[in-house]
């Protein structure tokens, strides 16, 4: 039996000692480890496993159908429609994405820079992610693609729906259209809409479009997909679509809408046709206009070019954002002024010899050897400048503005499609705070022919013409129904001026139509069941020198276009019952008498022969026709 002499013992204790610590060291470990186990496998267990369903399983948004915008009488002005796409997966393209561009670009025609932008859009996304090279495909090329699949790697036919306007730029400023999200518009949302974060999501940018955009746009839905540690969808575990957006019903007359813009496309200018008693727009046309359908599918600096450079404004809607002097149109509201203050009476006679002075100043009316004797009706119908600024100088710049303001002028009338502006009634404070003068009587005279400082819109002077026909307080409004809720509706109240003085101004306007040598009586409605009374106007954009003025210069065609005069005409109809009310406004057309007003005679009588107030209307009257139900495309 070996013996263990006292180094030896050394030793073993030494071993036996660092044995125990070890031992009780990895003891220790894995006690924690045990206990670590523990606590993740038992204590906090279901934590961990709903983390691990999460990572396994993703919730993705789906856009829901926008809702869809129609006239008066159901026809659709903006639907959704097929949008046949082509996707290229790029990890798919075995020999890069520029030979699968080539030969899918053999196969259907792509925009130029195609495959700088999916390049571009491949380097900062995952291999495995489909990236958009073509929207809006034609049904022709998209057939073809899924013909030649088979020899085009990556590429992957898709079927989505796009906005579609199939009234085109008719209405476009009514309307508006639909773009992708901007930066800006995330900011600026309030509703912190996950939708606005969606590839590709679009949302309204003007028009109906923008100011019912969030009802429009409705509510998402949602796919619950199974995704690998790296992301990609193995399967999809369910789905819930999404809800649509409400439908719009505007008070737009399709028909009428067209027929209006046919007959002003060529110039610039603006027209609005309402029911003078209820308000109802049922036309609104801006021209030039432009074709909605090139926002949706992507404008091109070429096409932005000529839309932003064009001196007729095509992106300018004139009805609402133009203003302009209201001219000889205004001469209404200087007449109910000094009726109502008790200046005039419809008897009050000023003889016109073409010019009146104010001290050392000569103040012309538009007829060079003027008018001779003239009672209101008179001035009325021949539209006498130097009748008017007598009236005007009686009345008074405060019972001037006081009146305009009653009339619709000088503020927003609050139309439901945003960019309205309120034009400018000048006063006694607003002359003096702002140049610093007092105001002048001659400021009043030019005033009351409405010029100078004066400013209204298009539809303002339609509003004008309603309230004269009409005796109420009408405002505009362009949307009846929003899903299956009509829209609310104040009554309207009488306008405070007594009403013979309304009356004799509409004798006025009748005359200007009907009565021979009335300044519009060219331009009348021969049937007398659809006769209109109006009230042309011309306005100056420029100075007229004595020269000038002389030589007839003024009504020069053969001026430059933007030196030419603007020309405008109102009227209501018919005569006997007035239901319709209308403006027309050429910008630079010259004159009112000669080019507005037959423009707005034609499309009067086609309101009234189509008899769009008399037609039955297809509006949503009950929670069953309500747009929350997807519908399909018309």
């Not at 899924?146 to 790697?153: E, S, W």
């Not at 839905?221 to 199974?226: D, L, M, T």
């Not at 406004?585 to 007003?597: F, P, Q, R, T």
């Amino acid at each position: 039996m070996p013996t263990f002499d006292a180094k030896d013992k050394g030793r073993y204790e030494t071993f036996s000692r660092r044995t125990a610590l070890l031992t009780g060291g990895m003891m220790t470990v894995f006690g924690v480890l045990a206990g670590r186990l523990y606590q993740l496998q038992i204590v906090d267990g279901d934590i961990y496993l709903t983390r691990a369903e999460d990572n396994r399983v993703s919730q993705r948004l789906i856009a829901p159908p926008r809702g869809r915008i129609f006239d008066r009488f159901n026809t659709a002005l903006a639907t959704n429609r097929r949008n046949y796409r082509v996707l290229i997966v790029p990890e798919q393209t075995p020999e890069g994405l520029e030979t699968a561009m080539d030969a899918l670009a053999r196969v259907i025609m792509l925009k130029e820079g195609a495959l700088a932008r999916v390049q571009k859009e491949a380097s900062g996304n995952k291999p495995f992610v489909p990236i958009v090279v073509a929207e809006n495909v034609s049904w022709e090329d998209f057939a073809r693609l899924n013909l030649d699949l088979p020899y085009l790697p990556g590429v992957q036919p898709d079927v989505g729906d796009t906005r579609d306007y199939p009234c085109g730029a008719s209405l476009s400023h009514v309307l508006g259209y639909v773009a992708v999200v901007s930066p800006d518009d995330k900011t600026n949302d309030k509703s912190n809409d996950a939708l606005l974060d969606l590839p590709g999501f679009r949302i309204g940018k003007r028009g109906i479009e923008k100011a019912f955009d969030e009802d429009i746009r409705g509510v998402a839905g949602a796919s619950r997909v199974e995704v690998n540690a790296y992301g990609r969808v193995i399967r999809e575990l369910g789905r819930e679509d999404g809800e649509a957006g409400n439908d719009v019903y505007l008070t737009i007359d399709q028909q009428l809408q067209a027929f209006a813009y046919d007959r002003l496309k060529d110039e610039s200018a603006a027209c609005v046709v309402m029911d003078a008693h209820t308000g109802d727009v049922l036309a609104m046309v801006s021209t030039p206009g432009f074709d909605p359908n090139m926002f949706n599918v992507g404008v091109t600096p070429e096409q932005w070019g000529v839309l932003t450079t064009d001196d007729h404004k095509p992106l300018l809607n004139k009805v609402l954002s133009g203003t302009y002097p209201p001219g000889s149109t205004f001469k209404t509201v200087t007449a109910l002024a000094a009726l109502d203050s008790g200046a005039i009476t419809p008897d009050f006679v000023v003889d016109c010899t073409g010019t009146t002075t104010l001290g050392n100043h000569q103040f012309h009316c538009w007829r060079h050897e003027g008018h001779g004797r003239l009672n209101l009706h008179e001035g009325l119908k021949f539209s006498c400048d130097c009748y008017f600024y007598e009236v005007a100088k009686r009345a008074g710049i405060d019972k001037l503005a006081e009146t305009a303001r009653k009339m619709g002028f000088g503020t927003a009338t609050g139309i439901e499609i945003p960019g309205e502006k309120g034009g400018f009634i000048p006063s006694r404070a607003w002359k003096q705070a702002t140049f610093k003068e007092a105001w002048q009587q001659g400021e009043t005279l030019i005033a009351g022919i409405g010029q100078g400082y004066i400013m209204a819109s298009p539809l303002q002077v339609a509003t004008l013409a309603s309230r004269i026909a009409s005796g109420k307080a009408v405002l505009p409004r362009i949307v009846h129904s929003l899903g299956s809720q009509k829209q609310p509706r104040e009554e309207f109240a009488a306008l405070p001026f007594a009403p013979e003085a309304l009356q004799a101004v509409r004798d006025g306007m009748n005359a200007v139509s009907n009565e021979p040598s009335g300044t519009a009586y060219g331009s009348r409605i021969v049937q007398a069941e659809f006769a209109l009374a109006g009230k042309t106007g011309t306005a100056q954009v420029r100075h007229i020198s004595k020269e000038e003025r002389a030589n007839g210069i003024r009504a020069s065609a053969s001026m430059a276009w933007a030196l030419r005069d603007h020309a405008l005409f109102m009227a209501f109809a018919p005569v006997s019952a007035p239901r319709y009310a209308i403006s027309v406004v050429l910008e630079h057309g010259n004159s009112g008498s000669g080019a507005a007003a037959p423009i707005a005679r034609d499309i009067m009588l086609f309101a009234e022969q189509r008899g769009v107030l008399d037609l039955p209307t297809s509006y949503p009257l009950s929670t069953a026709d309500s747009s929350s139900t997807p519908r399909p495309p018309l």
